[in-house]
């Protein structure tokens, strides 16, 4: 019987894998790139970064959230990707093309770049660069944080703790931000222009935060 080897761990020297081991006691695989694996702390909810710049507008505080390129990922609770296709269907977005998914167990995604730290000279701001719009806290739980499922019931009103919407309310949202970018496509965002200026970005829990800027 074959054996699985697991992919090895970044190295220690790498800062960017130290700062995720370290600061926020995630786990991340060798690169490059260094990648975060989800469904351990978190999973990821993935959409086109015009939808995903509007859902940041709708909600004043979310989890943690990235760009990469023309997606932007949204940081929910663990288990939060099985979830997904039930809530469409509940939501009555089943069967709609949505390009709305979610990376969750045994998932990976590229780690992005500190906040407050510049992007190295090979990661020159392209739009393959993966950067924080609403970065995790060092020293917090990041579960605390994100958008979990929390039943069906008043899940349209209600919301999270610290004013994070429940994953039915942000999955809502989404849907309808991506159908509506699908029907009425806008210009793209660039990453350049959405990521926090530097050392003064803000945490993940405030609004405001990011210029957004279309090109």
């Avoid at 081991?21 to 695989?29: I, K, S």
């Avoid at 990821?44 to 939808?51: G, M, N, Q, R, T």
Wanted: aromatic share 6%.
């Amino acid at each position: 019987m074959a054996l699985t080897v697991p992919p090895p761990r970044a190295p220690l020297g790498s800062p960017l894998a130290q700062w995720y081991e370290r600061e926020l006691g995630w786990a991340v695989l060798a690169g490059p790139p260094v990648r975060l694996l989800t469904g351990l702390r978190f999973d990821v909810l993935d959409l086109p970064a015009p939808a995903g710049a509007a859902l940041l507008g709708r909600f004043g505080r979310t989890g943690p959230v990235a760009l990469m390129g023309r997606r932007m990922r949204f940081l929910v609770a663990a288990g939060s990707a099985e979830e997904l296709p039930g809530l469409l269907d509940w939501l009555e977005w089943g069967g709609v093309d949505l390009d709305l998914s979610a990376v969750g167990a045994d998932g990976r995604i590229t780690a992005p770049v500190p906040p407050g730290r510049s992007v190295p000279p090979d990661r020159d701001g392209s739009r393959e660069t993966a950067v924080w719009l609403r970065p995790p806290e060092p020293g917090c739980e990041v579960e605390a944080t994100l958008p979990a499922f929390t039943g069906f019931a008043g899940s349209r009103g209600g919301g999270g703790g610290g004013g994070t919407p429940d994953l039915v309310r942000l999955v809502d949202a989404a849907a309808t931000e991506c159908h509506r970018a699908r029907l009425f496509p806008t210009k793209s965002v660039t990453g350049s222009a959405l990521a926090p200026r530097g050392a003064g970005a803000k945490r993940s829990g405030n609004a405001g935060t990011q210029p957004f800027a279309f090109s």
